[in-house]
């Protein structure tokens, strides 16, 4: 192997970091993963950066140790000032919630990139084992989370603030899915000339799809129906 | 489950001395019956039931993993 270290740049740390494995064609217990940039999904695609990695192959001897940079470890976000009161306060209720819930779970908070209107968007990262439960059918349960910590946050600051949950990072995989998806069915639409009808969707995830296709000239999107129902349908342009 | 649900109301009421929960058990079954001030009723229900369906869902949670099931009415104080 004549490369020991190289840097990638992708979505995710998560993804940066699998693809590193792949062209290094190791696997994650012999390299070291540096994250030099942590990227940001930012908030309905505005505002968003690609994470950027380094990996470096381990010695022999390192590799004899216990493997220490994991992945996941890496991904979590930088944890701002610990004197920031909005921040410990969102976090502590993010804490109390989960175990009233009866869930053990670790919670980082961070400030995300600001939207446009330069509120402030709280970023709540929720990662332990097992905690599909806490994603739920179709995100329902992380939704329906994030709606509550979101109102009780707002209401202590007395101002609107947008807080995003993200449980083992689902809504970055999600992402990545739904980018996919919309690809395909645009392909789909294009071959057989048929207009292709999604599953319904969130507005959050719709908007994904449009921005997606708003890079295939040879289709257009369109939401049709009513929320909850409300589905995105791709048509050939004609 | 009770517990989850004072510490949702009590955070989102005006006048949190006044929430009140009460807990009952049918089965595996469990009811419970949130009581807040008249004018906070909005805030516990929300728009069209946003906020207490919102409540109900992270309430199945908990009393999944205890095998239960979970009913919540808002009650008229």
Redesign the interface.
């Known amino acids: 192997m004549e490369r020991t270290n190289l840097e990638v740049i992708a979505p995710t740390i998560e993804e940066a970091t699998a693809r590193g494995l792949e062209q290094l064609g190791v696997s994650s217990e012999m390299v070291e993963v540096e994250v030099l940039d942590e990227g940001t999904r930012g908030f309905l695609g505005m505002g968003s950066r690609q994470a950027r990695i380094r990996m470096t192959l381990k010695s022999a001897d390192a590799l004899a140790a216990p493997a220490s940079a994991h992945p996941s470890d890496a991904a979590s976000p930088t944890p701002a000032a610990a004197d920031d009161d909005l921040l410990n306060f969102t976090a502590e209720?993010a804490r109390?919630?989960l175990a009233?819930?009866?869930?053990t779970a670790t919670v980082t908070v961070s400030y995300g990139a600001a939207d446009l209107s330069g509120e402030k968007n709280i970023l709540v990262d929720i990662r332990g084992d097992d905690l599909s439960?806490?994603i739920?059918r179709r995100a329902?349960?992380m939704n329906?989370?994030q709606?509550?910590l979101g109102?009780?946050v707002s209401?202590q600051t007395e101002a609107w603030v947008q807080v995003t949950v993200d449980v083992e990072g689902y809504r970055a995989r999600r992402e990545q899915q739904l980018r996919q998806l919309a690809r395909r069915m645009a392909e789909q639409a294009i071959c057989t000339g048929k207009r292709q009808v999604l599953e319904p969707m969130s507005s959050a995830e719709r908007r994904i799809i449009h921005l997606e296709l708003r890079e295939v000239p040879e289709v257009i999107s369109e939401s049709v129906g009513e929320d909850p129902n409300r589905k995105v349908t791709i048509s050939p342009k004609i | 489950m009770k517990?989850?649900t004072e510490?949702?109301a009590q955070?989102?009421v005006a006048s949190p001395d006044q929430v009140q929960v009460d807990q009952s058990h049918q089965g595996n079954r469990v009811r419970l019956h949130l009581s807040v001030a008249k004018e906070d009723m909005g805030r516990v229900i929300g728009k069209g039931g946003?906020?207490a369906?919102?409540?109900r869902?992270?309430l199945?949670?908990?009393a999944?993993?205890?095998g239960q099931q979970v009913t919540l009415d808002v009650m008229e104080p």
């Open positions: 209720t109390e919630l009233r819930m009866k869930l439960v806490l739920g329902e349960t329906a989370l709606y509550i109102l009780i209401k | 517990s989850l510490f949702i955070s989102l946003r906020v369906n919102a409540i869902v992270l199945r949670v908990a999944e993993r205890e």
